[in-house]
T-cell receptor, first 112, second 112 residues
Framework: DAGITQSPRHKVTETGTPVTLRCHQT?????MYWYRQDPGHGLRLIHY???????DKGEVSDGYSVSRSKTEDFLLTLESATSSQTSVYFC???????????FGSGTQLSVL | TQLLEQSPQFLSIQEGENLTVYCNSS?????LQWYRQEPGEGPVLLVT?????EVKKLKRLTFQFGDARKDSSLHITAAQPGDTGLYLC????????????FGTGTLLAVQP
């Protein structure tokens, strides 16, 4: 267990509302990632972070923002949720020999 | 953008049978990772292959990397119900940032 926790695990929200998902790690790893998983698309990278206040976009970053004010927390924000953002969101950290990625258990987000 | 195609998309077999799933790319992989994902959980890394022609074994799972590094396969011998899950291949890109691009996966169901 790489000590990674996502919250909430499930969320239902309405179109147009802001939503923040949290990823928390306990081991001070530098790299953290947010992916979304959708049927037929696999996992796609939204944003990633390579240190406190250091973030960059992934392949599907439109409509999302991130923040990392502490090493242990990486927040993903949907400023104004849309139905197309209904998905399962996974956080990952990079750790260990060979720079492995460890994934959290995911957040199921439904935007109605 | 690298395109990873996995086949088959779905596979339902009986316990004890053998199976092979494939991951193919439109261009040369730098390295390739295989993950297994169980329902309600994040992907878990099984193996990383780096060298063309490489073969790695993990108990009843055999991973092969094509000589030209454009394809890979995962062979499971005597499948067990515990092998049920979504099998994903992924390629690392972006150098030190270790971002991953994933295939769409093969969903395996092993019936007792």
């Amino acid at each position: 267990d790489a000590g990674i926790t996502q919250s909430p695990r499930h969320k239902v929200t309405e179109t147009g509302t802001p939503v923040t998902l949290r990823c928390h790690q306990t081991e001070n790893h530098r790299y953290m990632y947010w992916y979304r998983q959708d049927p037929g698309h696999g996992l796609r990278l939204i944003h990633y972070s390579y240190g406190v206040k250091d973030t960059d976009k992934g392949e599907v970053s439109d409509g999302y923002s991130v923040s990392r004010s502490k090493t242990e927390d990486f927040l993903l924000t949907l400023e104004s949720a849309t139905s197309s953002q209904t998905s399962v969101y996974f956080c990952a950290i990079r750790t260990g020999p060979g720079e492995k990625l460890f994934f959290g258990s995911g957040t199921q987000l439904s935007v109605l | 953008t690298q395109l990873l195609e996995q086949s088959p998309q779905f596979l339902s077999i009986q316990e004890g049978e053998n199976l092979t799933v494939y991951c193919n790319s439109s261009s040369v992989f730098s390295s390739l990772q295989w993950y297994r994902q169980e329902p309600g959980e994040g992907p878990v890394l099984l193996v990383t292959v780096v060298t063309g022609g490489e073969v790695k074994k993990l108990k009843r799972l055999t991973f092969q990397f094509g000589d030209a590094r454009k394809d890979s396969s995962l062979h499971i011998t005597a499948a067990q119900p515990g092998d049920t899950g979504l099998y994903l291949c992924a390629e690392s890109y972006g150098g030190a940032t270790n971002k991953l691009i994933f295939g769409t996966g093969t969903l395996l169901a092993v019936q007792p």
